[in-house]
T-cell receptor, first 114, second 113 residues
Framework: DSGVTQTPKHLITATGQRVTLRCSPR?????VYWYQQSLDQGLQFLIH???????AKGNILERFSAQQFPDLHSELNLSSLELGDSALYFC?????????????FGPGTRLTVL | GENVEQHPSTLSVQEGDSAVIKCTYS??????FPWYKQELGKRPQLIID?????GEKKDQRIAVTLNKTAKHFSLHITETQPEDSAVYFC????????????FGRGTSLIVHP
C-alpha cells in the first residue's frame, strides 16, 4: 500500500457524461500527478499540482480539468466523455515539486465509457 | 517534445537468466530517468532511477546504465525470478521548474520457472 488513495475504483458511464475522480496523497506529500493508462497510448502524463497550484501540463484534453484543494486532495474532472476516454487513471504523489522526489502511485480508477 | 522508444516490447527468459531492457530518448535536456515495474492489475512502482550526472546505478539484482551521448539508458536484471514477471516502463524527464515525464511503451517481462 503506497498511502495514496483513489476513489472510485471502478466507474462505468455513458458517452457525453461527466465524471469526477478523486485522489488523496500520502500524508505530507504536496505534489499530485495525474496519469492516463490505456492499451493503445500507454502511460501518459496529464497534469501536476504542487501545494494547490498547477505546475505542469502534459497531454491533457480541454475536456479534462483538475484541481488541488487546500487539504491537498485532488480531483480530475472528465467531461463530454468519449469511448476513447476509457482507461485506467492513476494519481501519484510526492513530497516535493520536482522530479527529484520519488512518486508513489495510487491503485487507480478504471473508467469505462459505454 | 520528448520521445522515448523502449525495446523489446516482450521479453521471455528462463529463471536465473539476465534480462536487459533498453530505452532511447530524443531531448538532450532530459536529466532524470526512472524505471517502473507494474504487475498485472497493480499500480506502477519505482524500482530504480538514475540522473544525468551518473553513468550507472545498482540496487541488488537491478542496475541501470545511462549513455548521455547516445541518449539511451538500460535496465539490467540479473538472476531473474518468476516474481520479476511484470511490465517495466522507462521514463525520461526534464527536471527543473516543471515535471513532464515521457514514458516508453513498456516491456512485458516473462520469467519461466
Amino acid at each position: 500500500d503506497s498511502g495514496v488513495t483513489q476513489t472510485p475504483k471502478h466507474l462505468i458511464t455513458a458517452t457525453g457524461q461527466r465524471v469526477t475522480l478523486r485522489c488523496s496523497p500520502r500524508s505530507g506529500d504536496l505534489s499530485v500527478y495525474w496519469y492516463q493508462q490505456s492499451l493503445d497510448q500507454g502511460l501518459q502524463f496529464l497534469i501536476h499540482y504542487y501545494n494547490g497550484e498547477e505546475r505542469a501540463k502534459g497531454n491533457i484534453l480541454e475536456r479534462f480539468s483538475a484541481q488541488q484543494f487546500p487539504d491537498l486532495h485532488s480531483e480530475l474532472n472528465l467531461s463530454s466523455l468519449e469511448l476513447g476516454d476509457s482507461a485506467l487513471y492513476f494519481c501519484a504523489s510526492s513530497v516535493g515539486g520536482t522530479s527529484s522526489n520519488e512518486q508513489f502511485f495510487g491503485p487507480g480508477t478504471r473508467l469505462t465509457v459505454l | 517534445g520528448e520521445n522515448v522508444e523502449q525495446h523489446p516490447s516482450t521479453l521471455s527468459v528462463q529463471e536465473g537468466d539476465s534480462a536487459v531492457i533498453k530505452c532511447t530518448y530524443s531531448d538532450s535536456a532530459s536529466n532524470y530517468f526512472p524505471w517502473y515495474k507494474q504487475e498485472l492489475g497493480k499500480r506502477p512502482q519505482l524500482i530504480i532511477d538514475i540522473r544525468s550526472n551518473v553513468g550507472e546505478k545498482k540496487d541488488q539484482r537491478i542496475a541501470v546504465t545511462l549513455n548521455k551521448t547516445a541518449k539511451h539508458f538500460s535496465l539490467h536484471i540479473t538472476e531473474t525470478q518468476p516474481e520479476d514477471s511484470a511490465v517495466y516502463f522507462c521514463a525520461a524527464i526534464t527536471s527543473g521548474g516543471s515535471y513532464i515525464p515521457t514514458f516508453g511503451r513498456g516491456t512485458s517481462l516473462i520469467v519461466h520457472p
